[in-house]
């Protein structure tokens, strides 16, 4: 009966090793952002992130144009795997920052980058939010709270 167990074991093994080596079926899966971007330009300025390694994948992009302003939406996954969303948008503030980071999100202080300088806001359990208002647009970054270094990483190479 081991004899049995281990010919289906070593050859499943093998496939794994396979599978996580080779072909980096860890990695998450990458999209290209370029379409969105392009149409999100065309209604404000857009801020994209420069000199980011390429250990941070975009994993989402989306494009929306409604009746109050357009959205853009960028998922990544951090280089410590855990997501991040990035959002630009020409919504009102007053409209756009409850319906990202929830009604129950709070101002709790600032993160200075070179050009800007960032309101922190606790969100949903377990979120920070890193979010700016300009006169074009307003800038979101969402993340896990347990440790913001991404998030700030993020909001610098903007």
């Known amino acids: 009966m081991v004899l049995s167990l281990l010919v289906l074991l070593v050859p499943i093994a ?7 080596v080779i072909l980096d079926g860890d990695k998450p899966i990458s999209v290209d952002p370029t379409s969105s971007i392009e149409l999100a330009t065309r209604e404000f300025p857009v801020a994209q992130p420069a000199g980011l390694g390429d250990d941070w994948h975009v994993t989402s992009a989306n494009f929306r144009r409604e009746d109050t302003g357009a959205t853009l939406r960028l998922g990544y996954v951090d280089p410590d795997g855990k997501p991040v969303l990035l959002v ?10 409850p319906a990202e980071v929830g009604a129950q ?21 377990d979120e920070t939010a890193l979010i700016v208002t300009e006169q074009t647009r307003t800038i979101v970054i969402i993340g896990n709270s347990a440790d913001t270094t991404n998030l700030e990483k993020l909001a610098a190479s903007l």
Do not use: C, H, N
């Open 105 to 125: 999100g709070k101002r709790t202080g600032t993160y200075r980058t070179g050009e800007r300088t960032w309101m922190r806001y606790t969100g949903r359990e």
């Open 88 to 97: 630009q948008s020409d919504i009102e503030p007053a409209t756009l920052v």
């Open 14 to 20: 093998l496939f794994l090793g396979f599978y996580r």
